[in-house]
């Protein structure tokens, strides 16, 4: 059982199921750069798309403009996306101060998939442009602490890939990791492994309290 003062949700792969999306998008710009396919689906879900170019060694002349190129493809994509059932029923009676989200993607990449899926925005969402490094390093997820007003220990993190988990970790917040979009020995450092059908969450008393079905 884990309790804690607020919960940071990851989107795709933990609110939404946009997998098929992401999926489609990078493959698309595999072919156009005559990458493999598969290589670059390994490290795309999870990390800001400029950070999943850079350590592709995709340098174009106009980086901004080939990351806005592929996230416009993503956006317009959108529609096909939809809620995890448990989070469809879990986000509406959380208090709305002590939940956020905390995605690499864009504001507009993120909000576009949550108005699909008919899932609520956050009081607090973090997003791509809202930080200077992208996950795996913890400063979106402690930048939404510090707006939560909620100390990162008292912070749980729901993550469905690697990158996410390991900026929870380093920004001094348990984790619970759902295998999504990576098998479950990539996410064995989070501090709970489960899929959202087998987790509980309560909110009582102003607090948030997970545990395992």
Known sequence: ???????LFDCDGVLVDSAASVERAWRRWAVERGLDEDAVVAVAHGRRTVDTMLELGVLPDDLAAE?????????????????FPEPAALLPVLPPGAWAVVTSGTRALVTSRLAASGLPLPAVLVTAEDVAAGKPDPEGYLEAARRLGVPPGDCLVVEDAPAGVQAALVAGMRVVALPTTHPPEELAAATLLAPWNEIVVRAAGGRIVLALR
């Open 1 to 7: 059982m884990i309790d804690v003062a607020a919960v």
């Open 67 to 83: 990351v806005d190129r592929l996230e416009s493809a993503e956006v317009a994509d959108a529609p096909s996306v939809s809620a």
